[in-house]
């Protein structure tokens, strides 16, 4: 059984950092791709950042380019979302997911992520 645990979130304000943490059981992180979806109210699920399996490949939406950084520690089993100088508009509920390899992947895609964390709010005050 595979099971994702997001933590980390909360209420910063604006300018302020957060670090999120999705810790794995029962799947290695680090042969599978992992990433970070957030939901904002009436939006849809957003890709925010993802690593790749063996490769450690990353990927980030340009929305969060120079400002959040993915990675992963392996004898942890644990994916991080470190996020500098955050916005309003990054509030959202976080989701971390999980993706089996591909060819060719698309990081931006949830339909391709088989498993998900229960999600962890981040709220971001002016």
């Known amino acids: 059984q595979v099971q994702l645990v997001e933590s980390g979130g909360g209420l910063v304000q604006a300018g302020g950092s957060l670090r999120l943490s999705c810790a794995a059981s029962g799947r290695t992180l680090s042969s599978y791709r992992t990433g970070w979806f957030r939901q904002a109210p009436g939006k849809e699920r957003e890709l925010v950042a993802a690593v790749s399996g063996r490769g450690g490949n990353t990927y980030y939406a340009d929305s969060v380019k120079g400002r959040f950084t993915i990675s992963r520690d392996n004898t942890r089993n644990t994916v991080y979302l470190q996020m500098n100088t955050l916005k309003p508009e990054d509030t959202g509920v976080y989701y971390c997911?999980?993706?089996?390899?591909?060819?060719?992947?698309?990081?931006?895609?949830?339909?391709?992520?088989?498993?998900w964390g229960q999600g962890t709010q981040v709220t971001v005050s002016t």
């Open positions: 997911g999980t993706a089996p390899p591909r060819l060719f992947p698309r990081y931006w895609d949830y339909e391709e992520y088989d498993y």
